[in-house]
């Protein structure tokens, strides 16, 4: 009789001590609440704070805008500045994973008194190390190709926490990306 009642309780606590385990590893807590509704909370001063007292008004100068319906396929058709418009080659010669981003210019219209510099929606492509690092990759878009106008926005950085990155680069105003004019495109090499 003595052997029974001690084995249910070995069994009672192996169980307990299991499930608490479990609690424990996945980090589940158990809270209880008071159902004493006599217990109030401390009266707190009404803070509200309007919008206006935390971010201040941006100018004109400040603000960058992006047409989300303007895709970069649909730039092929554009005339604006096609003496450099071409593909562009990446070519990735880290040890490090890198993700390349590209932000597209609209092409201006010549009659607009708007100064302000439009830019498409933003792409980006991914890359292990070493990807490409030989001949380089011509990048595309899932809806068309992608061509590369002056103007247009790159960087790159590294995916593996290292805070390393390249650019931003200007197509057509720094000296990366670089243009080859037999290929008609833009070169672009990571360096580690």
């Known amino acids: ?10 069994i009672a606590v192996c169980a307990l001590g299991l499930i608490g385990f479990m609690v424990g590893c996945w980090e589940i807590s158990v809270s209880f609440e008071s159902a004493d509704s006599q217990i109030s909370e401390p009266n707190l001063p009404d803070q509200t704070v309007s919008s206006t007292t935390l971010i201040p008004a941006t100018t ?7 047409n989300d319906t303007h895709i970069l396929a649909n730039r092929q058709h554009s005339t604006a500045n096609a003496k450099n418009q071409g593909t562009l080659r990446m070519s990735n010669q880290t040890d490090q994973p890198v993700r390349l981003a590209l932000l ?18 933003p792409a980006h492509w991914d890359f ?5 690092s030989a001949k380089g990759l011509i990048l595309s878009l899932p809806n068309g190709n ?15 926490g290292s805070r390393r990155y390249w650019g931003p680069y200007v197509v057509g105003q720094t000296s990366v990306p670089e243009w080859n004019s037999q290929n008609r495109e833009w070169s672009l090499v990571l360096n580690p």
């Open 128 to 132: 292990d190390p070493q990807e490409g």
């Open 1 to 10: 009789m003595k052997f029974a009642l001690y084995r249910n309780a070995a």
């Open 146 to 160: 992608l061509k590369l106008e002056t103007g247009d926005i790159i960087v790159a950085f590294a995916q593996d």
């Open 60 to 66: 004109e100068t400040d603000k960058i805008g992006i």
């Open 104 to 121: 597209a210019r609209q092409p201006q219209v010549k009659d607009s008194s708007n100064q302000q510099t439009n830019y498409d929606v």
